[in-house]
């Protein structure tokens, strides 16, 4: 019987265990980051090698360097510079708004000429050939070159010309290459300064760098080194002169158009697109992120947004940003202080990066109704563009050549032939909206579509024209929502029309006053603010001083009370413009002459009876428009603001100028 000894299989090998960071640290050495953040990825690879990778801190670490490698830190959208195109665009997609379009074409021009600016450079040096040889060489790299001799003569070149960058030798008579960077730095500071010497050591150059030089070339030149230099430091001036953007804020009332042209500048530039809001938004960390002390901590908003665009430079849209609210968890509004500052925004640190970011290069736009309730700080840095409320005709303007054609193809009624008459139009604006924007008017004709659209399908009449009516208007959407003539609820003494500006635009109030048995008191209702307030005190103490002017008994305080209201009472009312309005409701019901009703007051009011000037005038002026009022008084100091208007606006209505209330008691009142 034979044994046979079963022989064992000598064990394998181990299989090396593959390296969990060779990936991520493959991708880190690729990527083209700025030196600081360079630092902190390889401290934070460094990190990771002593961490086991079941560790919380593992995953922490290794999200941030993946968000480190996510984030565009050189990627740009080249601008299209057209400004034919861009204004094209502008106009195609907008009706007005002149001084949106403007600015934008004024930035375009100011960045097509930062780009063809000529890169000027001035050559230093004692050796007549080698003054040729590098004018020659930088003028074939299509840069304009200007040469001296020595650092006197290259000083005074520079008090009567700009030089973006200087070649100069180290050893020259008179003054040397260190002396002249000293005091070129002086002279101009943004010019960069490159050293060249057949004498180089690493304490020189240790020492021209620390005094400010760019770089440090060694005789005898290496050209295509010098080409390369050359090349780098132009790209890095233009790149500073192109990078930063305007800091706009469109105000003005809803349905205006903020936004929608925040997305025809992006489409004219050719960039990304970015929108936020910041409407109730309260904590901070929303807009500046998390420490990373915790698992689940993010980035802010804001370089979230950027991440996903790609690209540095995008259209960066905060929108409602006077609607930023404020507790226990920070105030939102100071983030936005260097998040919105040209000269913050460079160096912005989101909590979670912890590294400077640059968003000097982020074209930021802000939408607010109003900019009175912005901290003073934070609107100092935004370039405010005013968006006033359409006219009358330009609304049909408007809904003929944007609205309706938007409605037709959002309802399938393109190939159906609908057209809408111009008094359809008109009854529209008027009779089924109140505002200074267009987005009610939109909406009313969408619903008119709709009911095309189904009257389509139940009557199969795709080959038939349809002639939208104002009749037709009123039998699809009913009786008028919206009646504006004041003059139809009779005169009496004691109402006077007022016009005010709000945050929607203009509006028109009715003030009422009354009196009765009492004792000397002044009830004031409305929901009024402490400023309409004090105009209703100041204006019952000008009366009383002024009485027999008036033609009003001078004891008519002494057992009454007055009781000024102002309408609406639900919703909140403030402002300094309303003071004339309120005087003349107590003169007309003291002197028992009722004021008529096709006339509207707004100015302010002083003790001796000076009328003094109101903003909003282009709404106020819309408002009586709607309401069809024919006559008009505003301040004389508030000429100027009337000149400027378009004669759109001041179409129908009379305009009187007054600088002291007592010259328009007649005209308000009638005779007396």
Known sequence: MQFFRKTEKAPESAPIPADPLADIRRDVEAADFPPATDA?????????????????????????????????????????????????????????????????????????????????????????????????????????????????????????????????????????????????????????????????????????????????????????????LVKKIREKKRHLQMTRSPILCFTGPPGTGKTSIGRSIAEALERQFVRISLAGLRDEAELRGHRRTYVGAMCGRVLNEIRRAGVCNPVFMLDEIDKIGQDFRGDPASVLLEILDPEQNSRFVDHYLDIPFDLSAVMFITTANGIEELPPALRDRLEVIQFTGYTEKEKQRIARDYLIPRQLRANGLVHHHVSFTDQAILRLIRDYTLEAGLRNLEREIAAVCRKLARLALRDDSRNSEIDVTDTLVETFLGPRKYTHELTASGSRPGVVTGLVWTEFGGETISVEAGIMTGNQQLTLTGSLGNILRESAQTALSFIRSHAEQLSIPPDFFEHHDIHVHIPAGAIPKDGSSAGITIALALISLLTHRPSRRDIALTGELTLSGAILPVSGIREKLLAAQRAKIRTVVLPERNRVDIQALDEDVREGIEIVLADDVTRIVDVVLGPG
Request: charged letters at 25%; proline letters at 3%; glycine letters at 4%.
């Open 40 to 228: 902190v990825a390889n401290k934070e690879l460094e990190r990771m090698q002593h961490i086991d990778t079941s560790q919380p801190e593992y995953a922490i670490s290794l999200n941030y360097l993946e968000f480190l490698l996510s984030l565009p830190w050189h990627r740009f959208n080249e601008d299209n510079l057209d400004l034919k195109r861009a204004e094209a665009i502008l106009t195609s997609q907008h009706h007005g708004l002149n001084a949106v379009k403007e600015r934008i074409l004024e930035y375009l021009a100011v960045r097509t000429l930062c780009s063809l600016k000529d890169f000027y450079v001035l050559v230093v040096d004692d050796e007549p050939i080698a003054r040729t040889n590098l004018e020659y060489v930088l003028k074939k790299e299509g840069c304009r070159v200007e040469t001296a001799a020595n650092g006197l003569e290259a000083l005074n070149q520079m008090n009567h010309q700009e030089f973006d960058l200087i070649l100069t030798d180290m050893k020259m008579e008179k003054m040397d290459g260190i002396q002249l960077l000293e005091r070129a730095i002086q002279i101009s500071p943004r010019t960069e300064i490159v050293l060249i010497t057949g004498y180089a050591t690493v304490n020189s150059a240790v020492d021209a760098l620390k005094k400010g030089a760019a770089h440090y070339l060694p005789k005898p030149i290496d050209l295509e080194e010098l080409r390369t």
